[in-house]
């Protein structure tokens, strides 16, 4: 079998892992020069919380993510044959998640969205989440989890190098015509992120896919600072401050003992068309005003001066697809036929959701191509 991967994020790299274990796949990685993509810049917080009644039609996959997120990462390490693969101190944690607001009201407000009735949960399926006041302002959601985005993206590519995935460079942005650099394949996955609508226009796909209709685009920011003073209360994965007093409305702090990771909800831009993407010129001073309060806020959780300290932001584009934060779809690209044997899948995550999915796309991703003979 012979697939090739177009994108070299989250999501691309945990499909082209899976699809490379058996070792009865030729998997090639088309990759992008780009360097805004979202991947690049997440901070990758596994959050779930009160998410089972949030218009989250993939509430499973995460709860199933989260369940097999350590043992996926202690296999990864064992077979790249790191010291200690069992110590994932310093690059995953999954503990304790809180929100802090500025007043009780606002708590109350949250506290009333998110209690769970036990009966409603029951009925899906689910066991009750852990969700608990732990004070006049603040609620405690149980097992959330925050992973080292860079580290796991590094993890994966070495992973798949050795068992010899082909990595080619190459501007996803421009691909138009992949008969120059694959030939034919039996399967060909798109997995471009926030350049997936572009990339389609051109090959001449169907621009009323329900997915692309709904899409939603955005830069995400996170802020990084090098720090051993982390000032999370201990036995806290993620620290999520929510304020109705401030712009952007919400900062999640997550990170470990040597850097602490801030990161904001997106600016949003506006949807130019399938074959433009936003650029972070265009939201230039938006970008701005967040990065100033993203500061303001990280130095009063630190207490102490952000330049005293180094630190870094970095800034991806995002695309999302409405309330969707999972798209696995199979297209028909006329154009693509000669080339793709048997399926041409779309595979598109949304914000920090790529991450909380990465260790089950591969399987969602394999099934689809298992379903399906050929194209369409």
Known sequence: MNVVVIGKGILGLSIAEFLSRSG?????????????????????????????????PHFDLKIRGKKIYRQWLVDLRKECGEASPDDLSLVYCLATGRDVFDDAN???????????????????????????????????????????????????????????????????????????HVGQCDHLILSAGAWTPRILSAWGADSNCGFL???????????????????IPENISLFEVVSELREPAKLTFSGNSRRLLCSSISVKCADRGMSEIPSQISVAGQI?????????????ILGCELNQVPHRFH???????????LVVEQLLVPALLPLVRKSLLVAAGAHKSGFLFAPCIGEIVMQKMQAHKGIG
């Open 106 to 180: 606002s708590c109350n407000a949250q506290w009333r969205r998110v209690v769970q009735p036990v009966a409603e949960i029951a009925e899906r399926g689910f066991q009750p989440q852990k969700i608990a006041r732990s004070g006049e302002c603040s609620i405690e959601y149980a097992d959330e989890a925050w992973v080292d985005a860079q580290y796991l993206l590094a993890l994966l590519e070495k992973v798949c190098r050795a068992r010899g995935v082909v990595f080619d460079e190459l501007d996803v942005a421009e691909v138009s015509d992949i008969s120059a």
């Open 288 to 300: 701005a005003l967040q990065q100033k309060h993203m500061t303001e806020v990280a130095q009063e």
């Open 213 to 231: 209709q709904k899409r939603r685009w955005s830069f995400g920011g996170t802020l990084e600072i090098e720090t051993s003073a982390r000032q």
């Open 315 to 325: 800034w991806g584009m995002r695309l999302g697809f409405g309330h969707c934060e």
């Open 24 to 56: 009865q796949a030729q998997v090639q990685v088309l990759s992008s020069t780009a360097c805004s993509a979202a991947s690049s810049a997440a901070a990758a917080n596994l959050a779930t919380k009160a998410q089972v009644f949030a218009r989250d």
